[in-house]
């Protein structure tokens, strides 16, 4: 079993910045890929970032230039740095890892952020 622990989510005005963490602990060995999806309210859940063990990121469009992904693989935590946040960006952020290519991910219970005057 695999179990993963965000944090960090909260209200936050436009234009300001955020950083989700999200722990990931259980039968967990060189987790592969671990990242963010994001649903807002009456959306489907959508990529937000993407990192495998190599580093290699994938982000979504919307989100290049604002949002960086980053992880510490030797303490299995993800983090998701969030920079001039837009009322859009409000969602439910959900971190995802998987343990091998190709296998199937395992998901958070997800971190509310909302972006409001």
């Known amino acids: 079993q695999v179990q993963l622990v965000e944090s960090g989510g909260g209200l936050v005005q436009p234009g300001g910045s955020l950083r989700l963490s999200c722990a990931a602990s259980g039968s967990i060995f060189n987790l592969y890929a671990m990242g963010w999806y994001r649903q807002a309210p009456g959306k489907q859940r959508e990529l937000v970032a993407v990192?495998?063990?190599?580093?290699?990121?994938t982000s979504a469009d919307s989100v290049k230039g604002r949002f960086a992904i980053s992880r510490d693989s030797a303490k299995n935590t993800v983090h998701l740095q969030i920079y001039s946040l837009k009322p859009e960006d409000t969602a439910v952020y959900y971190c995802?890892?998987?343990?091998?290519?190709?296998?199937?991910?395992?998901w958070g219970k997800g971190t509310l952020v909302t972006v409001s005057s």
């Open positions: 990192i495998t063990r190599g580093s290699t990121t």
């Open positions: 995802t890892v998987v343990l091998v290519p190709g296998g199937a991910p395992y």
